[in-house]
């Protein structure tokens, strides 16, 4: 799961400038109902989320990277969640909880098929009765990464580092594995940093197939994040799952 583009401590400090709260966040903290006690945050990078969430319910953070997790701990309100070192495919928490989420398009670095089943076996161990798990994946069918090559630059100002310039390469594209490159400029500085990572875009059918096959059910899915119906051509694959066989007592 964890790709150099996250391990760079000086990149995991302006990872926010342009990684900011969004109508995602708004959407999965929307999940967070009253009937929800605990939440596990896969994933969980810079820990924005998982600290706004914490204001609502008990809530662990769980990510590969070090770097991440250090800014995690230092954000306001850092202090209310439990950080955990470790990777979605192979970890123990000794417990189950009402809500998991993986935030994001975290879900798109697990490239093969065995890492997207050790995810969802995963999450079907620390899942509570009733309880739910929501991550998004791009929908490959909107060929998101064609859109890239031309993306302009963006800039963003950090308190520490000043003006940083972010562009975006794509590499290569074959049967849904997308490399890229990402270019941060550090103006101020007069320093430049690359990192390349890959992403998988997986199919709505193949998703299906490989949850059910590891005991999970399908509950919601949507295309947008204001909760629109999922269309052929939507941008997003958000879904909504539970234990296959529960019935949900979280909403």
Same mark, same amino acid.
């Given at each position: 799961?964890?790709?150099p583009l996250y391990g760079e401590s000086l990149l995991a400090e302006v990872y926010d400038l342009f990684n900011a709260w969004g109508e995602d966040n708004d959407f999965y903290l929307g999940l967070c109902s009253p009937a929800v006690g605990s939440a596990l945050d896969l994933g969980c990078g810079t820990g924005l989320l998982a600290a706004k969430m914490a204001e609502r319910v008990e809530v662990v953070g769980? +990510?590969?990277?070090? *770097?991440m997790l250090d800014i995690a701990r230092a954000r306001p309100g850092g202090g209310q969640v439990a950080w955990r070192l470790a990777d979605a495919r192979d970890f123990e928490l000794n417990r189950r909880f009402d809500l998991i989420y993986c935030a994001g398009h975290a879900f798109q670095?697990?490239?093969?098929?065995?890492?997207?089943? *050790?995810?969802?076996?995963?999450?079907?161990?620390?899942? @509570?009765r009733g309880g739910?798990?929501?991550?998004?994946?791009?929908? %490959?069918? *909107?060929?998101a990464w064609l859109r890239w090559e031309n993306a302009a %630059?963006?800039? @963003?100002?950090?308190?520490?580092?000043?003006?940083?310039?972010?562009?975006q390469r794509l590499l290569s594209e074959r049967d849904g594995l997308v490399s890229?490159?990402?270019r941060y400029r550090f103006i101020d500085q007069g320093r430049t940093l690359e *990192? +390349?990572?890959r992403l998988r875009f997986c199919g709505l059918a193949a998703l299906r197939a490989e949850l059910e096959s590891e005991g999970l059910?399908?509950? @919601?899915?949507?295309?947008?994040?204001q909760g629109g119906e999922w269309r052929e051509d939507s941008e997003e694959l958000i879904l909504t799952l539970a234990r296959a066989g529960d019935q949900p007592v979280l909403d």
């Open positions: 799961m964890s790709e769980l +990510d590969p990277a070090p *770097a670095s697990f490239l093969a098929e065995t890492d997207r089943r *050790a995810v969802f076996r995963q999450v079907r161990r620390h899942l @509570a739910r798990f929501a991550f998004e994946t791009r929908n %490959p069918a *909107a060929r %630059p963006r800039r @963003a100002a950090h308190p520490r580092w000043g003006e940083v310039e972010l562009s890229y490159r990402s *990192a +390349d990572a059910s399908v509950l @919601a899915l949507h295309g947008d994040w």
